[in-house]
């Protein structure tokens, strides 16, 4: 019985996918282009804190595009930023929680022209409660840092995916 019941469900539930022109955003496009043909390259900073907050967010980019190949039709450049504020002041004004922002501007390049076809910006702010002790702080920014540059990153790969998809919607 419960069988009868997914095998109905699961073909229902396919009839009604393909019908609305769902398709997986890592699929490649009508024109043979996919995320995975996407060449990540940072460029750095003057300031520890932003290159800190770049190497996280390429490799969360990297992990969730993929190994591009020598030979990629499109390469994004970014350009992070980290910064910090203090929120929750007490009596002696000490902070008991900060915000961590990573901020990245970011152009989509196609690399036989060098044309830019695409750029934004794209953020995420993450919040912590400061610890007691200066090492406490440092450690929950640090892991602040990790959490927003992963959030931002994945909020860029969306981005990517609908500016793909749009492209093969008028091509």
């Known amino acids: ?12 539930s396919g009839g ?13 496009a009508p024109d043979g282009t996919s995320l995975s043909d996407i060449s990540v390259s940072l ?7 932003d290159n800190q907050a770049g190497f996280f967010l390429t490799q969360r980019l990297r992990d969730r595009l993929g190994k591009a190949s020598a030979a990629s039709p499109y390469e994004i450049k ?17 902070a008991t929680r900060y915000d ?9 390049i196609q690399t036989k022209t060098g044309k830019v076809v695409d750029k934004g910006v794209t953020s995420t702010v993450s919040t912590f409660g400061a610890p007691e002790g200066p090492y406490g702080v440092i450690t929950a920014d640090n892991i ?23 492209q093969s919607k008028t091509n």
């Open 100 to 108: 961590v922002t990573v901020r990245v501007k970011w152009e989509l």
């Open 144 to 166: 602040g840092v990790q959490q927003a540059s992963k959030q931002t990153a994945d909020k860029l790969v969306i981005e990517l995916a609908s500016y793909f998809a749009k």
């Open 16 to 28: 009604i996918l393909s019908g609305c022109g769902f398709t997986p955003m890592h699929a490649s």
């Open 78 to 94: 970014v350009v992070p930023t980290y910064r910090r504020t203090r929120l929750g002041l007490t009596e002696g004004d000490v």
């Open 43 to 49: 460029v750095k900073g003057s300031r520890i804190s």
């Open 1 to 12: 019985m419960m069988r009868t019941l997914f095998l109905s469900l699961s073909l229902l």
